[in-house]
């Protein structure tokens, strides 16, 4: 089953910061974070494995609340380079792993 | 290193009609993916090899089908083409087999335009 991100779409300013939620229905083994820009390959941004784990690279972060089967993806002080669509990939536990992605969340980084 | 290769990059069909797309992955990953990108739909789970043999395969109809080669480039075949299968289809593969450890490198896709 599809995971549900929210907001479909934010417009911010550069330095602005945004937050992306990722939610399943389902019990979660991991969560997987990419970033697409238009016309080019996701990109993949990091997986988080444990519940509570929290990772990050540059200013993008994430956390992964197991028991409440949900993670936030963290931009801080965005950059115009951070604009694309930013999907979230859940795999269940017990299941094949396989990440079931959302539908994903548009950012709009303006100068 | 080359990353993951997809041909043709564009393709244009009618309904009714077969396409065959093909993916090279990373030199040394032996897991490939396909996924297919529909306007608004986010990314979907078509299929998933490893070591020539489909390891599973997404909630899509027969007609969807694909096989992976001993060099581990691998191909989708779409048969009885309808309207709805027009799409961006990426490939990526990982170099393991257990996927939730590892980051998937995608392709840069092809777009797929059923008339």
């Not at chain 2, 009885?80 to 990426?90: G, H, I």
């Amino acid at each position: 089953q599809q995971p549900v991100q929210s907001p479909q779409a934010v417009i911010l300013r550069e330095g602005e910061d945004a937050v992306i939620n990722c939610s399943s229905s389902k019990a979660l083994y991991s969560v997987h974070w990419y970033r697409q820009k238009h016309g080019e390959a996701p990109v993949f941004l990091m997986i988080l494995l444990k519940g509570g784990e929290q990772k990050g690279h540059d200013k993008i972060s994430a956390s992964f609340n197991e028991k409440k089967q949900q993670s936030s993806l963290y931009l801080t002080a965005s950059q115009l380079s951070y604009s694309g669509t930013y999907f979230c990939g859940t795999a269940p536990s017990g299941g094949s792993y396989i990440p079931t992605f959302g539908r994903g969340t548009s950012l709009i980084v303006h100068p | 290193e080359a990353g993951v290769t997809q041909s043709p990059t564009h393709l244009i069909k009618t309904r009714g009609q077969q396409v065959t797309l093909r993916c090279s992955p990373i030199s040394g990953h032996t897991s490939v993916y396909w996924y297919q990108q529909a306007l608004g739909l986010g990314l979907q789970f078509l299929l998933w090899y490893d070591e020539g043999e489909e390891r599973n395969r997404g909630n899509f109809p027969p007609r969807f089908s694909g096989r992976q080669f001993p060099n581990y480039s691998s191909e989708l075949n779409v048969n009885a083409l309808e309207l709805e299968d027009s799409a961006l289809y990426l490939c990526a593969s990982s170099p393991g087999t257990v996927l939730s450890y590892n980051e998937q490198f995608f392709g840069p896709g092809t777009r797929l335009t059923v008339l």
